[in-house]
Nanobody
Framework: QLQLVESGGGLVQPGGSLRLSCAAS????????LGWFRRAPGKEREGVSC????????NYGGSVKGRFTISRGNAENTVYLQMNSLKPEDAGIYYC???????????????????WGQGTQVTVSS
């Protein structure tokens, strides 16, 4: 059974950092583009970042560009999201998602993704 499991969320002060992980089981991520998305209370789901199956292309939402970094470890069957300089508006539930995709491009449009994890909570507060 295809499964994605996020971890690494928690409470952090503004300006702090967190590293989220998304581990896959039941399938290899080698053929999948991966995305990170978030949903804040009362808001629509927002695309945060994505990475192609080769890792050669990444894409970021404007609000996180320069602060967040997506990476993948195909040997570990895991994708990561390093989040630095966190702001209160970064809080929410973070989800990873996967889709068999092009090695040249990935989208942060959530409607493109098929397989989803259950999410991990990120709280940014002093």
């Amino acid at each position: 059974q295809l499964q994605l499991v996020e971890s690494g969320g928690g409470l952090v002060q503004p300006g702090g950092s967190l590293r989220l992980s998304c581990a896959a089981s039941g399938f290899s991520l080698n053929y999948y583009n991966l995305g990170w998305f978030r949903r804040a209370p009362g808001k629509e789901r927002e695309g945060v970042s994505c990475i192609t199956r080769t890792g050669d292309y990444t894409n970021y939402g404007g609000s996180v560009k320069g602060r967040f970094t997506i990476s993948r470890g195909n040997a570990e069957n895991t994708v990561y999201l390093q989040m630095n300089s966190l702001k209160p508006e970064d809080a929410g539930i973070y989800y990873c998602a996967a889709i068999v995709g092009s090695p040249d491009y990935c989208s942060i449009d959530s409607t493109n993704y098929v397989h989803w994890g259950q999410g991990t909570q990120v709280t940014v507060s002093s």
